[in-house]
């Protein structure tokens, strides 16, 4: 019974066309555990966990592409020798959680404020599951 539900999960995600971007799941993890966890707004926290996922940094469905918080992020870390350093994904969020989330306003909220205000730091997860406009970067 366990498999015929997960094989029509699989074949209805397919049909959508909306498939989850991969992220590396301890740089996930570590965003879990910095902004998520503890967050006062339980719904909020709930929603990243179990539907946003890797549209915190991702867009579309290609893994390569990023929403404007995933790029700052994706300049600070590389995938295959910052996997497993959870200092350095702890020092990358807090840094990027320091920028304006519009870097052409200093008056922007930071992408750190963004979250605890029960938003998500890259856009919506629609504007995140969405095929960046051509050239990979978010619209």
Same mark, same amino acid.
Do not use: W
């Given at each position: 019974?366990?498999?015929?539900?997960?094989?029509?999960?699989?074949?209805?995600?397919?049909?959508? %066309?909306?498939?989850?971007?991969?992220?590396?799941?301890?740089?996930? @993890?570590?965003?879990?555990?910095? $902004?998520?966890?503890?967050?006062?707004?339980?719904?909020?926290?709930? $929603?990243?966990? @179990?539907?946003?996922? &890797?549209?915190? &940094?991702? =867009? #579309?469905?290609?893994?390569?592409?990023?929403?404007? $918080? %995933?790029? =700052?992020?994706?300049?600070?870390?590389?995938?295959?020798?910052?996997?497993?350093?959870?200092?350095?994904?702890?020092?990358?969020?807090?840094?990027? #959680?320091?920028?304006?989330?519009?870097?052409?306003?200093?008056?922007?909220?930071? $992408?750190?404020?963004?979250?605890?205000? #029960? @938003?998500?730091? %890259?856009?919506?997860?629609?504007?995140? =599951? @969405?095929?960046?406009?051509? %050239?990979?970067?978010?619209?």
């Amino acid at each position: 019974m366990r498999r015929a539900v997960l094989v029509l999960v699989a074949v209805a995600l397919s049909l959508t %066309g909306v498939q989850p971007a991969l992220a590396i799941m301890q740089f996930n @993890k570590v965003f879990i555990d910095e $902004y998520i966890k503890d967050h006062q707004d339980k719904e909020f926290a709930e $929603y990243v966990e @179990k539907k946003v996922k &890797c549209f915190v &940094c991702h =867009q #579309g469905k290609k893994k390569s592409n990023h929403n404007p $918080y %995933g790029e =700052q992020l994706h300049k600070l870390l590389d995938k295959k020798e910052d996997k497993d350093n959870v200092e350095k994904i702890r020092a990358a969020l807090e840094n990027v #959680g320091k920028m304006h989330s519009d870097p052409k306003d200093p008056k922007s909220p930071t $992408y750190a404020e963004l979250i605890a205000a #029960g @938003k998500l730091p %890259g856009g919506s997860l629609e504007d995140s =599951q @969405k095929e960046p406009a051509e %050239g990979g970067e978010a619209e």
